[in-house]
Each structure stands twice: as structure tokens, then as C-alpha cells.
């Protein structure tokens, strides 16, 4: 089979197509013929050696963390899905493993039906940025119709799952994006929205209960300035180093500083499925052919879009 590999850490250019042997299943596992798989900003910061800590040096490393496609073969041990099944999941341990391959061998316990309404590629962009955002909902605590939240980088996978549940729960929600994200922005639910290349929302002078940063680009410091006096700011993107620092500034601040580490499991992707049947939408921005991984992964680094970018495979 075809699969997606690199032997060193580097820009695009180390991914490399190569012929490998189809993976075997073990007990607890399902073989999965890949129909697509979604990318992620967490794929070329692992590539990049920028989580090596996590990550391990150990090659070759696959890509790709959460796919869609059909159960090829079940594992001893395995009673939720069978052969023929059309399925989206995860890889357990997305550090270390990928799915960028025309078949994965994948812990059964992340592997879900897919709706029968949505297409592979939009399956595929569910599990990393959909439960993060279902994370992010439980570390924000209690979301009344009178919480002021203000989400930032807000058009991205995460922010498009967030925006729409933060409308489920009724919050009141400003959305910052870049001048293409505006009206999607609109439609999953914010009330207010701001363009970020003319407008710079720290120096409004409006103040959140929550403030959660998506794009990398605002620090606690400076989201202090915009938070009420118990406030939380939810730090998506922290460094090593925040993850202490945080827990330290928590004892002795109202403001808290609250890091994310998500970890996708069957009871968010339940929280997940139970908003997409009841309307919730995947925005897929653009689907490549497996053959054209590269322009698949520079477009998708590149950014500049709304929504996810999906490979596909089958
Ligand atoms: N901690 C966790 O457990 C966890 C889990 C999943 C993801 N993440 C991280 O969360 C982040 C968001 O994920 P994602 O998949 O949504 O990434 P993404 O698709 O790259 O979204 C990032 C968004 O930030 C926007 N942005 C860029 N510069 C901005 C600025 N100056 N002000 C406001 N917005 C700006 C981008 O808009 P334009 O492209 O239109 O400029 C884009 O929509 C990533 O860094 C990802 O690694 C963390």
C-alpha cells in the first residue's frame, strides 16, 4: 500500500510517497481502508521538530491524526463495528502515530460511525478540532445567555466546532477572523464579529468573561487587558513552559489562565454527533487528491482559509 512518510524533521519537502506493507491488526484494533483524512496545524509542528518533547525522534513518523473510511478487518476483542462499516476516528496517540496511508491499523475504542448524511472528507475533519472544542466548552465552566465570550481566530477548524456550540448554549459570542471568515462567522452564530486585519480587538473597550485565543497570536498578558475582574482566558496553543507558569498565576490571580490539552474520546464525539444531527456544519474548504499530499499540506500551512483542509485518499 501507499503511505505518506518522513525520515527527518523539515519543511514539506521530507514527506515522501512510499510503498509499505498494510499494517496487521491487533486485539482491541479495526484495519481501516482509508477514504480521507483531514490536516492539522498540530501535523507540521510534529514535522517541524517543534514537539519533539511529545513527539519522540523516533523514524519514520507517519502524518495525519483523524481519517474517515471503511472497516476493512475487526480485532479479537472488537464488538462495536465490523467489516463494511463506514467510520470516522482518531489515532490514539497522534504524537506518535498516522493515518496517512491508504490503510491504518487503529484503536476501535476512537472509531465511530459515521453519519450517514456527511461525506468522508467532512467526517474526517471532525475529531481533533470538533473535540477540542468540546473540551474548550468544559473548561469555560458555565455558559448562561448572558456569558460574553470572545473567540479568537475564530474561522479555523476549532473556532468553526466552538462558534456553533457557544450558539447551541446560547452565549454571547464576538468572533474575530480575517475579512473571508466574516460571514461564516455570522452563520455559526456570533453576535458580533471583527476583522482582525482592520480592527484590533485589545484596544475596545469591551471586556469578556471568557476569552480563548485560536490563533496563536494573543498571550495572557495581553487578553488580561480585555477580561472582567473573574475572567478566564483559554490558551489553545500553550508553550511547555505556559503549563506550569499557568497553574502558578492561577493561586494568586482572578484572572485565570486555563491551558487546553485535548484529548478526544467517545463521550465528546457523543456531545459532537448529538449538535451535527441537529444541524451543526463542517465547512471543508478544499479536498486534494492523495497524489498531491505536498500541495495539500502547503495550502493548508499557507492559511488563509476558512474551515478544514482534507486529503483524500480512496
Ligand atoms: N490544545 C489542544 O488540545 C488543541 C487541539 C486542537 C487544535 N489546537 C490548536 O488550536 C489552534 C487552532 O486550530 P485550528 O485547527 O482551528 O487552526 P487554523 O485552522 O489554522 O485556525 C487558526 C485561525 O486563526 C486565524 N488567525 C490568524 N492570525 C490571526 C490574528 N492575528 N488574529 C485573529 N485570528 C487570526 C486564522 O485566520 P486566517 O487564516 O483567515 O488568517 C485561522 O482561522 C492551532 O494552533 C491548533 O494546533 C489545540
Redesign the pocket.
Known amino acids: 500500500m501507499k503511505a505518506i512518510v518522513y525520515n527527518q524533521f523539515g519543511s514539506i519537502d521530507v514527506l515522501q510517497l512510499i510503498d509499505q506493507l498494510k499494517p496487521t491488526v491487533k486485539a482491541g484494533q479495526v484495519l481501516i481502508k482509508v477514504k480521507a483524512f483531514s490536516i ?3 501535523d507540521w ?1 510534529i514535522r517541524k521538530g517543534n514537539m519533539k518533547l511529545m513527539s519522540g525522534s523516533k523514524f519514520p513518523k507517519h502524518t495525519g491524526a483523524d481519517f474517515a473510511g471503511i472497516v476493512e478487518q475487526v480485532g479479537i476483542g472488537v464488538s462495536n463495528l465490523k467489516k463494511g462499516d463506514e467510520v470516522f476516528g482518531v489515532v490514539k496517540n497522534f504524537m506518535k502515530e498516522g493515518v496517512s496511508a491508504e490503510y491504518v491499523a487503529v484503536t476501535a475504542a476512537l472509531v465511530w460511525k459515521k453519519p450517514e448524511h456527511i461525506s468522508f472528507a467532512k467526517a474526517a475533519a471532525i475529531p ?2 470538533g473535540t ?1 472544542a468540546v ?1 474548550a466548552l468544559k473548561k469555560m465552566g458555565n455558559i448562561t445567555s448572558k456569558t460574553k465570550v470572545l473567540v ?8 468553526m466546532f466552538l462558534l456553533q456550540l457557544l450558539k447551541e448554549r446560547d452565549a454571547i459570542v464576538t468572533a ?3 475579512t ?2 466574516i460571514e461564516f462567522a455570522k452563520r455559526w452564530g456570533a453576535n458580533t464579529v471583527m476583522d ?1 486585519t482592520k480592527e484590533n480587538v485589545l484596544t475596545q473597550k469591551t471586556t469578556y468573561d471568557i476569552v480563548i485565543d ?5 498571550s495572557y498578558r495581553n487578553a488580561k487587558s480585555i477580561l472582567k475582574a473573574k475572567g478566564k482566558f483559554l490558551n ?3 508553550t511547555p513552559l505556559e503549563i506550569p507558569i499557568s497553574f502558578l498565576n492561577n493561586l494568586f490571580t482572578s484572572k485565570k489562565h486555563i491551558v ?3 484529548s478526544p474520546s467517545s463521550k465528546q464525539t457523543e456531545v459532537l454527533l448529538n449538535s451535527i444531527h441537529k444541524g451543526v456544519e463542517i465547512e471543508v474548504n478544499k479536498v486534494f487528491p492523495f497524489a498531491q499530499y505536498k500541495e495539500a499540506y502547503q495550502y493548508a500551512e499557507k ?4 474551515g ?1 483542509v482534507v486529503v483524500e485518499v480512496h
Open positions: 492539522n496545524p498540530m509542528k481533533i478540532v477540542a473540551t479568537n481566530g475564530a474561522t479555523g477548524g476549532f473556532g474575530v477572523a480575517s473571508r471568515g482582525y485560536l490563533s496563536g497570536k494573543m489553545a496553543i500553550p487546553i490539552l485535548a492559511g488563509g482559509y476558512v478544514k
